[in-house]
């Protein structure tokens, strides 16, 4: 029947796509299931979780602040619609495995949590009371908890797998830093030492914990050891040695669990996968099973085979079909029995690359022309390898030209003259080459230089016009001209035979990377939304023109003086989300960070009065209040960096190993 | 005869220890390679090796100065021995052989170099020019020519098998940079931002090429990006971009390069090392063989076989020579063939634990008291788990009360408490257990404890009766006391399984740990002596008591008010080989050099006079005279930080994949 066709199709196409959703199979079910992984619904869901992540831009302290009724509403827009399609997956699966999923628990969880929250908040500030918006660290779940997080969620398994042997290591780790820190404090503590803001060193045991901890980033290296450096060469042995032990030795052994619990569990992740995927096609093999003669082995004919094949990919040319016919059923005898069926799902996913040797539809237009003399003798030499030695040396001279001072005229002229010599070479090479496989999907740089040539050119155009018109020049279309410019040098790379090979293991890890991308957003959107509530509005940005005198000091007496305001930093605060995601990226890259992030966070209780006017005040503030700030930091230490960068690492050395 | 038993005891020996020596086989050759490979003459030339590099401490620039007579004088002594030691080596390998291996010639090299360099030296110092003891650099070298350098030289072939991979890595990472570059160029130089020093942002290629190469280490983030983030928020992408590519996939690809060369040349290594070893095994067969019947095959009595084992082992015990017999002569023929012979290496290296269960000392002199029922309670109590328990207990009360004040007399008396809980448990123990199995070769911790405690028991009655002689208190051995006290803390570490399993994995590094150690050194101590050469005097550190006005600048006017001098970084120079040295270790963990060694070079040029006074000077200077510094970094940075740092990581990485 059609029911039956339609449900073995599905199944065929979920084991295509690694779908591993145990759906309701009565025909209603089915139906609202192919509706469920229809493009549309999905691409709607990843809008308005974008849209929900993007309210943050909004919301105090926002980076342009909207009235609280439009944030509210829309938030409420994008529960309505998350709610729906949880509505439309509950009614896809049977309800006992519904609700026996954590995602589904989660996604409810999150969404009554926002509900509540919106309620209190929009209470409390209609009431004028004090109030957070606690719930806004709960967005980014939803990419994790949707049915189409299932990278994601591998992402966040691989990292729970690896955290029992990540904690021992660390629990050594600490162990290491407590017992240098001991000795440091037994050692330097006594000796009346003074740091460069003539502060005693050394002295509290918590500190000396803290700046060694800040040594295993290297942050604070050479500044921690100088005082000990200073007053004998002795100490310094003292702090190679941490240096070895927790820097050297201790973070490669983090990379190693890391890196060998990641390669445990992926070859654990691809049996689970091929797992559930066999189970999918027996399903659909079930379905469609028919018995040719009594007593026979259960068997699909060509002729069912033919009607899923052609439901589940309804583009697939008639040829191909054939072809993967004649794999399945190797013996020609009109039907295949499940372990052929099986491999369907598999054989859909091979790219077959049709190589017909089309000819030039030039040579069918006007074959007298093409296939003359000098046409050939153009073909031939576009296909010379001197015609690639010959554009690498013009994309080099190019790079020269880019690099002097384009206001000379003759250098701006001279852009000309590369752009026609590019378009030259790409109106060659499409008169030569058959066009549709020229275009071809595998081929990246043809692609990548027409386009990149084709835009350079319309944007030069549009310049120069804007020029010629006004005397007047758009930075805006002038920087996309610079970066087209830059960009099309590139293309260098691909004529060494190695770099090729480089360059496509790191396009290879292209896919994973946007998982990675996620996994970083959501646990910087996280991070971000507590850093705004602890550290918001205490260190402030002045623009370059203002004259207020605060500016040299960020508008927060507090850093007078400080390395902070002298380097400029003021920027790096948590007053809305986007400088907090920057300021997040600068603390995973670790350089300065205890310099950023113990500034942001030494304002944070005297809004403007001068601790050190105080020097009991001063002392005491300075022992609790940077206690959240060092936590905050540690914790996001240890996830990004230890965990989350380590499994990156670990990612890019196995597809080195596999690929190159 | 004798002489065919020492020929082949040599063979077995130099296969047991992988020695790989091509010795003549002449008698008189035997009898001097026997010498060659006594411990006396190989624990002298590496004194020799240690005299002649600690020689830079007391050359100019020195620690220590000695007058130039006699550092030439000890330095002439030193290349007297190596002489001698390689007279030694060529009377034992035959001549043609001698002359073919590069390591001798490398020597010779190294030898005749450094003797012109001293006379040269010698003559110009004694007619007042200027000179350079340019030879200095050679003297590490030695470390990795002598015979005994084996695991250093397979270091090197390392490195300099994975070099053509990680260039090419490196000319696509170079690559990115120099593209990055432009593009910053084209996109921030021309927007008239300014730097914190008020100089002009990003307009000068090779300085923006530089800076980015510093981002890549990530030793001047967040600053480098500052000056552009006031400016706009879009351009944080680029740079986000940029660490992105260039910090987090370059780097480790470098690491995957480094990490797949290391295991593929570990695997050619071990083979490499097993054929030969075999090689050596078949030729002491051939020197021992005979033939049991006529036309049998070919093999080693058992007399023949013990006399070499004899020869070969002199301490070995006549039970675990019969083992290896037996183990070779299974079916015991009384004569083996060259199959079982060859094992012979590998046996001999096989450590056999002779587990026999002695009883204690105690129970043979007194039986009624050890076996009564009190002693017996005593056996079972230290035995049970909960003694260990307890003693970790003791161990984490004992931490708390050391991070206390020591000054407190409360505290103070309480040391006495817990070393004498210390000296209890070990004495226990030695009453449970069999003391030589206590004390064997095996028990790492169990000879820890003892050590540590009885030394910290010595200092701390010493300290004391100092104390209480004279009131003196000796810094040098409270400091001992101090160090002693937190190792024994260390302790607690082994209760736990796992802790133990890492612990075990790291110490199994050791070893290994020693060959990379020595190849840090002979790179440290080349580029020590060119950095002293290039940057030696140029900043001064004074001591703390000095009330020189200089000392706020280091001594040199040109770094009034810069960071350098307002960190205190005088004592970071080039002034010594024990500051350069250190200074290299902070180049290692490369945050800050860029601040360290552009001031090191800043002053090189303009003895005192101030550039800053003149603006054309200052700039002109900036672009010409930090050249040296940068290729000095920038090449220190590729071999240690890229190269040998990703080889030890790769090492770790490897032990963790094998051990844990
Ligand atoms: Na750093």
């Known amino acids: 029947t059609k029911e039956d066709f339609d449900l073995a199709a599905l199944y065929v196409s979920d084991a295509q796509y690694n779908r591993n959703i145990f759906f309701d199979t009565s025909p209603q079910a089915v139906r609202l299931y192919l509706l469920y992984n229809h493009w549309l619904p999905r691409v709607l869901l990843y809008f308005f979780i974008l849209v929900d992540l993007c309210l943050a831009l909004f919301e105090e302290p926002a980076v342009v602040l909207l009235p609280l009724w439009v944030t509210l509403l829309v938030e409420l827009l994008c529960l309505l619609v998350f709610t729906l399609r949880l509505f439309h997956y ?9 609700w026996k999923d954590p995602k589904n628990i989660c996604i409810i969880v999150i969404l009554l949590l926002t509900l509540v929250d919106m309620i209190i908040y929009g209470a409390l500030v209609a009431t004028n009371c ?20 299932r990278q994601l969620r591998r992402a966040f398994r691989s990292i729970r797998n690896a955290l029992p042997e990540i904690f021992y290591v660390f629990l050594l780790f600490m162990f290491s830093v407590l017992m240098f820190s001991l000795m440091a404090l037994k050692l330097l503590g006594k000796r009346g030492l003074k740091t460069i803001d003539g502060s005693a060193y050394f002295t509290n045991y918590l500190e000396v914990v803290f700046d060694l901890y800040v040594l295993v980033t290297t942050a604070n290296s050479p500044d921690v050891m100088m005082p000990a450096y200073n007053s004998s060469d002795v100490f310094v042995l003292f702090f190679i040695l941490y240096i070895f032990i927790n820097t050297y030795i201790f973070m490669s052994a983090f990379l ?10 992926l070859k654990e992740e691809v049996r689970q996968l091929v797992k559930a995927k066999r189970h999918k096609m027996v399903r659909a093999f079930a379905v469609l099973q028919e018995r040719r003669e009594e007593g026979g082995a259960l068997v699909v004919s060509h002729a069912n085979w033919t009607q899923v094949v052609r439901q589940v990919q309804p583009n697939i040319s008639n040829a191909h079909r054939e072809l993967l016919w004649s794999v399945c059923d190797d013996k020609n005898q009109g039907f295949i029995g499940r372990l052929a069926f099986v491999q369907l799902a598999d054989l ?3 790219e077959v690359i049709t190589l017909k040797s089309r000819p030039h539809p030039l040579q069918n237009w006007c074959p007298s022309i093409y296939l003359s003399a000098p046409s050939r003798l153009i073909c031939r ?5 001197a015609f690639v030695i010959a554009y690498d040396l013009i994309i080099l001279t190019n790079a020269v030209f880019i690099g002097l001072d384009e206001e000379n005229p003759m250098i701006a002229n001279s852009e000309w003259v590369f752009l026609a010599l590019y378009l030259l070479e790409i109106l060659l090479k499409l008169y030569v080459f058959e066009p549709r496989s020229f275009f071809s999907k595998h ?23 804007l020029k010629s018109s006004g005397g007047y020049t758009s930075r805006q279309i002038l920087d996309i001209v610079f970066i087209l410019r830059v960009l099309r040098l590139i293309r260098v790379v691909d004529s060494i035979e190695r770099f090729r090979a480089i360059i496509n293991t790191l396009i290879r890890i292209g896919p994973a990377i ?15 939304m507590v850093g705004m509530e602890v550290f918001k509005g205490k260190v402030k940005f002045y623009d370059e023109d203002s004259s207020d005198p605060a500016k040299a000091y960020c508008g927060n007496s507090l850093l007078k003086g400080t390395d902070f305001a002298q380097a400029n930093y003021c920027k790096n605060n948590f007053n809305n989300v986007v400088s907090s995601f920057i300021l997040l990226v600068e603390l995973t890259v670790v350089n300065q960070w205890h310099d950023i992030l113990y500034l942001n966070a030494t304002s944070m209780v005297f809004g403007g009065s001068n601790p050190a006017d105080n020097p009991l005040l001063s002392s005491g503030f300075a022992t609790v209040t940077h206690v959240s700030a060092r936590i905050f930091f540690v914790l996001f230490h240890i996830l990004v960096v230890i965990v989350i960068i380590n499994i990156f690492v670990s990612f890019v050395l196995e597809a080195f190993y596999v690929e190159y």
């Open 90 to 98: 509950a009614r896809v699966i049977p309800r006992d495995k519904f």
């Open 130 to 149: 004090y109030a957070v918006r606690w719930s806004r660290v709960l967005r980014p779940l939803l990419l994790v908890n949707i049915t189409e997080g």
């Open 256 to 265: 190693a669990v890391v890196f060998n619990n990641y390669k445990k569990h």
């Open 348 to 350: 859909l996913n091979i």
């Open 381 to 385: 030499m576009v296909q010379h390898r």
């Open 443 to 465: 081929s990246f740089w043809n692609w990548f230089d027409t386009i990149i040539v084709v835009s350079a050119l319309i944007a030069t155009i549009v310049n120069a016009a």
């Open 514 to 528: 946007l998982t990675f991308g996620q996994l970083i957003v959501v646990v910087y959107y996280i991070f971000a």
